[in-house]
């Protein structure tokens, strides 16, 4: 039976080399493939990162596995992110595919429990969301959205001010 409080220095060594050499793959990676390599913006983005860090933590941490299958899968990994949001950028019809619409969730202080609803977003959690954006009133927030990564962006404003259509455009407003 594995010993699984401590570790031989053969494992340890090995431990640090493909994590040193797993970074450095990383980083050529970035250089290859741009900033956005990391970014969340789509839901595809944030797939991409979720199976980069498994990737990782599975190559780093078992033993069973090669650094160059690792190289070789967050390579792959990234070149797919990179193939789907070109294909998103290009065709509105893959974009529709491939991502979640943003979702309305508040309009000038107004809960919209229909969409909250849709979203599986209790009221509760929607607050805690509002706090966490330094609101002190519903009355001060122009929009919530539940954006397609599954952040919250809070816009604020004055009470007489509107918001421009531009800033809500793609957000899929009223159920």
Known sequence: MA???AEDINGILKT???LITIF???LAVTRIFGLMTFAKITSIDFASTIAIGSVIATIVLNNNHSILKGAISLFLIVAVQF???FLMRKSKFMRSILT???KLLVLNGKILHKN???ANISEDDLIARIRTANVKDLD???AVVLESTGDVSVI??????EISDKILQGVEKFK
């Open 116 to 118: 909250l609803a849709t």
């Open 100 to 102: 979640n619409k943003p």
């Open 83 to 85: 193939a789907l949001s």
């Open 156 to 161: 604020h404003g004055s009470t007489n001010s």
């Open 24 to 26: 450095i793959v990383i």
């Open 16 to 18: 640090v080399v493909t």
């Open 140 to 142: 001060s927030i122009k």
């Open 3 to 5: 010993n699984w409080i």
